[in-house]
């Protein structure tokens, strides 16, 4: 009975593994489009920026890397806007500004780290998937 419950637990497991894999280029997708809006600064540059971006996407190799490279472009992207807004508010108001720009130095720190450490894991799932 044990071996049985092993060999089904094995083969679902398999299976579960193999559709999370497969799902990985749909959701890197939707990243770059999220990216893309926060990123757009006119009308019609989201467009533009998700099409240059999709088309970078398709020449990665590998599913987990193109979750990876949807990821640091999110990072970036993400990180690139709070210090707009944080230059924005030291225009504004410089002490409330400082304290933004120290903030957003702050995450500047951490985001860098938990990209690299998301990359490193991705990079080593799909490594072992080889």
Known sequence: ???LVTVVGGVLL???SNELFDVLPWIAVRML???ARLDARFAGEADLLL???EEQLEHLPGKA???AYAVSLL???ALR???DLAVLALREKPAAGVRQLRDAAGDLVSGLHSLVASSVRS???AWRMY
Do not use: D, N, P, S
């Open 1 to 3: 009975m044990t071996a």
């Open 14 to 16: 398999g299976v579960l």
């Open 33 to 35: 489009r999220l990216a």
């Open 51 to 53: 099409a240059e971006w």
């Open 65 to 67: 890397t193109k979750l």
């Open 75 to 77: 990072v970036r992207v």
């Open 81 to 83: 806007r709070r210090m």
């Open 123 to 125: 990079f080593t799932c």
